[in-house]
């Protein structure tokens, strides 16, 4: 069957108008051995003799060199795709998350070859959109034990290995007039149950800490809490398995898995910036795509059912507190509020969403988070909102009722072998979990990478810092601050909001090798201050084209795109101050630059 269709496939083939590599491509990803060599010498026969002499060549060529198995692509529809690159790894990571980031770190630093698949930017997944939190393990220790068990150790992992990416603000959890007072007792006890670290200390203590805080409060609890940048995270993972010898690929989608036999081969991935198409040929898959498990092992013929649990968060343009402030309570909408950099997230809420693509906040959802702010801080709605965004869990449950709500998902990792769940080897999927324990789910995948492989090697990620994290000093506010005072008048601002200096923009755009402003703003947090942008965007924008990096119609899209892009989050928010600010930053850039009529 193959044979034939091969040989249909190819006489069809207009010759001339196609590339010879098309043909040859053909002939790898449908024909056999022998159909190779008959074709070709059937080919000879029909071309003038210089031609035929190279088709023979290159057929021997291919023949002779090639290293995976000729049926590959046989049980894929991408089969007869133009795939002109071709990478060989032991491991293939898709997803660029904390999670797959986390596994291609450990595979790479076990001495395993590891590629990893991103198709956006790392970190633009749920990770790059969450809420800032390294828990303790408090908020699980009622309802979901097995999730505060996992957390303890990690979060004092976390501390330690990627120290430079945490900020050590300490967390508490308090009772509100709103809140069941019996669960403090409860919480108490589920604390010491699971393990996680906790001290009553006295409401006048909370108070001095905080306050901001509802003085109204009756208990007060002290947990190792802390905030912890995942875009730094993510990266410095990424680094690590980099110089560890993994090859990490950004904006690279897959499109299909590679099957053969019944087993999970490879992908068939597209570079989203080039368009180029590239097959990977692994030993081992491994899905680490979040929200997007369910549609990564479809592929492969299995059925995982993610259940998408949409959350909105609001940055608020400052530090309404230093601590992570939790409510006492069951996990409910609302109830955290966490300082982070130079702003403090209220979150979250929980709700089953169909596609993690379509994740937005509702209006009803906005006002809900509003009101629980103010129970925690008085004056909350009053406060300077900035920005408000939505992630997708990424909630799994083998077996479960049919109307689980997904606040009774457990927030414990699963990792699924598809060769024993469902018989197709070669492909791992491993997802529900959280950013605090992406360190740990990477181990056990890797563990599982292992036993694949049929070899032993142990884990070293507890141990071994990421990359600026060596000296295992944590995060603090002043830091950019810090930095710069001993020069204050040297070197040129680009966005005052987070002190970032012409220099390390430049800095970031050179290592990143980057020139969009998205990627830009995660790596440096430019444009995420109070002026959302409003000053610092175009300066940014014209360092790009200054440095040739984008041509002037690219840069005045790239500028239009961040505009409406950043809108998306301002608009369902404007009140007060920040009304003024869109306002404002209106005005720069309609009325002064005229930025949608822009010279061509
Ligand atoms: C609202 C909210 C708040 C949260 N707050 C916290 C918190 O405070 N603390 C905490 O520890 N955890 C928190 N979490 C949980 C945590 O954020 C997630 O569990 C974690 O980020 C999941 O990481 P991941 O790498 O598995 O998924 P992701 O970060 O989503 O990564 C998966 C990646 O796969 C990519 N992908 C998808 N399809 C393809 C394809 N075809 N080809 C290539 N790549 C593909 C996606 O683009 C994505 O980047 C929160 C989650 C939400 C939703």
């Known amino acids: 069957m193959g044979t034939a269709l091969g040989v249909v496939l190819f006489f069809l083939l207009p010759l001339g108008e196609r590339p010879l590599v ?217 680094r690590s398995a980099e110089e560890h010898g993994a090859r990490v690929l950004a904006y690279h989608r897959v499109l299909d898995l590679a099957r053969s036999d019944g087993r999970v081969v490879g992908a068939f991935v597209r570079n989203e910036q080039t368009g180029e198409e590239l097959q990977i040929h692994a030993d081992v898959v491994v899905n680490a795509s979040g929200a997007w498990a369910g549609q990564i092992a479809a592929m492969a013929g299995c059925k995982v059912e993610i259940l998408p649990g949409k ?37 979250t809420t929980d709700v089953r969403i169909g596609d993690p693509d379509a994740a937005e906040a509702t209006q009803e959802e906005i006002d809900q988070m509003l009101e629980e702010g103010e129970k925690l801080v008085p004056g909350f709605r009053e406060a300077r909102a900035l920005r408000v965004w939505a992630g997708v869990r990424p909630l799994f449950q083998e077996t479960r009722a049919e109307d689980l709500d997904t606040r009774d998902v457990t927030r414990s990792h699963t990792l699924l072998d598809h060769e024993r769940r469902d018989g197709v080897a070669g492909l791992l999927t491993i997802t529900g979990g959280k950013t605090t324990t992406f360190r740990l789910m990477a181990e056990v995948t890797v563990d599982a990478v292992c036993d694949h492989l049929g070899t032993k090697r142990p884990c070293r990620t507890a141990d071994e810092p990421l990359p600026d994290s060596e000296d295992g000093g944590h995060y603090w506010l002043g830091a950019r601050l810090a930095a710069r005072e001993p020069v204050p008048e040297s070197e040129e601002i680009v966005c005052e909001c987070e002190l970032i200096t012409r220099t390390r923009l430049e800095e970031a755009i050179a290592r990143r090798g980057t020139s969009s402003l998205d990627d830009l703003r995660r790596t440096l947090r430019l444009g995420m201050g109070p002026c959302q942008g409003g000053f610092c965007i175009y300066r940014a924008t014209g360092i790009l084209h200054a440095q040739r990096r984008l041509d002037h119609a690219t840069a005045n899209a790239a500028l239009l795109d961040f505009l409406q892009e950043r809108w998306k989050g301002v608009h369902p928010i404007l009140y007060g101050d920040q009304l003024r600010q869109a306002r404002l930053d209106d005005w720069i850039f309609q009325g002064i630059l005229d930025v949608a009529h822009l010279p061509e």
Not at 176 to 197: H, M, N, R, S
Not at 318 to 346: E, F, M, Q, W, Y
Request: with cysteine; charged share 20%; hydrophobic share 45%.
């Open 311 to 347: 959350g909105i968060m609001i940055a608020m343009n400052h530090r309404l507190v230093n601590t992570v402030i939790n409510r006492c309570k069951l996990p409910a909408d609302g109830d955290i509020l966490v300082p982070i950099r130079t702003v403090s997230v209220i979150g």
């Open 22 to 238: 098309d043909v040859l491509a053909v002939l790898l990803t449908l024909g056999e051995l022998a159909v190779r060599i008959r074709l070709g010498m059937m080919l000879s026969l029909l071309l003038p003799c210089g031609e035929a002499a190279l088709v023979l060549l290159v057929v021997f060529v291919l023949v002779v060199c090639h290293r995976c198995p000729p049926s590959f692509v046989d049980e894929s529809t991408h089969a007869i795709l133009r795939y002109v690159g071709r990478m060989d790894t032991e491991v293939l990571v898709i997803g660029g998350g904390s999670t797959g980031t986390g596994v291609a770190r450990d595979a790479a630093m076990r001495g395993f070859e590891a590629v990893l698949v991103e198709r956006r930017d790392l970190a633009d997944g749920t990770t790059g959109r969450f809420h800032g939190l390294l828990h303790s393990g408090g908020r699980y220790v009622v309802k979901d034990p097995p999730a505060a068990r996992e957390c303890v150790p990690e979060n004092a992992i976390l501390r330690r290995i990627a120290a430079d990416s945490i900020e050590d603000t300490g967390g508490l959890f308090v009772t509100t007039p709103y809140d069941d007072p019996d669960y403090a007792d409860l919480f108490v006890a589920g604390c010491l149950d699971t393990g996680v670290p906790v001290q009553e200390i006295a409401v006048s203590e909370a108070l001095r800490r905080e306050p901001r805080l509802n003085p109204r409060i009756s208990r007060a609890f002290a947990v190792p809490d802390a905030s912890i940048d995942a875009w730094k995270t993510v990266w410095s993972c990424a």
